[in-house]
């Protein structure tokens, strides 16, 4: 067969795939698409925050969540989350410590995973991006990704919203424990390893690191970390001892452009708002804590 040949068939069927997998995968669908591209390279991922930041504390915006989003933030910690926290404990806190997050907020976005968005699909779409991009020699999977995030920066600069295409997209499927996409992992790869110390993964070993426990926590760290960032320098906000939170912008993804929204003045969005998955995090910051061995309230 011809290489030509061979890399469009494989492409073809990762287009396959990916139409399959969007079928079953619509039971994760339910945060809003992110609004646009980050910045990754303009802010460092923690440390020499500014100084006379406003905390923000308890759960800001959960009067203005409707009930079965109170409802669901009400869900019991899942067995399963008690399960992993528990054996993951010692990874949780290296990591976090290693990015200077919360622990809490590191522990509780996975407990959250595994309790409020347990699904079949993220399984299925795990098998299917790793058995197609495993028939992809690297300089193609380079290509590809470098293809998607051009078409992907296109759609944002032309007001489209990028991430409302994430089933058909397999670039923006999540994996491992802490559910990072592919985009996010690859897009901040370059500041894990610097504050790691270690070598730049390729693409196709971001991949495979997005589906291990320490690979998972690590590029979530990251992006906790790159968030508290994001609301010291341009919101003046300490949002790092606030698990929800931290969970809330991590599960809405794009930081800087909240924050930036956040330090407009928007009339009645003085302080970030935690929706039903961040507020789930502080509702059971006390029993996350319990189980990693750590203060509720402990963010470095």
Do not use: C
Request: proline content about 7%; charged content about 25%.
């Amino acid at each position: 067969m011809k290489p030509g040949r061979g890399r469009r068939l494989a492409l073809a069927g990762l287009a396959a795939l990916a139409v399959i997998a969007a079928a079953v995968a619509v039971a994760r669908l339910g945060s809003p698409g992110s609004p646009g591209p980050d910045a990754f390279d303009e802010l460092p991922l923690a440390g020499g925050l500014p100084a006379d930041l406003v905390v923000v504390e308890g759960n800001p915006g959960w009067e203005s969540l409707p009930e079965e989003e109170k409802e669901r933030a009400r869900t019991p910690l899942s067995d399963t989350a008690r399960e992993w926290l528990t054996r993951h404990r010692a990874e949780v806190l290296s990591v976090a410590g290693a990015f200077d997050v919360s622990p809490v907020a590191l522990g509780g976005i996975v407990a959250a995973e595994k309790t409020l968005l347990v699904s079949r699909a993220d399984e299925l779409g795990e098998s299917l991006l790793l058995s197609v991009f495993g028939t992809l020699r690297e300089g193609d999977l380079e290509g590809w990704v470098a293809d998607r995030e051009r078409e992907y920066r296109s759609k944002a600069r032309a007001g489209e919203a990028p991430e409302r295409e994430r089933f058909r997209t397999p670039y923006l499927w999540t994996l491992g424990p802490a559910q990072v996409s592919f985009r996010l992992a690859v897009r901040i790869e370059p500041q894990v390893a610097t504050a790691l110390g270690r070598p730049r993964r390729t693409a196709r070993e971001v991949l495979t690191a997005l589906t291990t426990v320490s690979g998972s926590l690590e590029y979530a760290a990251a992006l906790l970390a790159q968030s508290r960032g994001a609301y010291a320098r341009i919101a003046g906000l300490d949002i790092g001892g606030n698990p929800g939170v931290l969970a809330t912008v991590y599960h809405l993804g794009a930081p800087t452009v909240r924050a930036r929204r956040l330090a407009g003045g928007t009339p009645g969005e003085e302080l970030p708002h935690v929706n039903y998955y961040g507020a789930w995090v502080n509702l059971h910051a006390e029993e996350v804590a319990g189980l990693l061995g750590v203060p509720p309230a402990a963010s470095r």
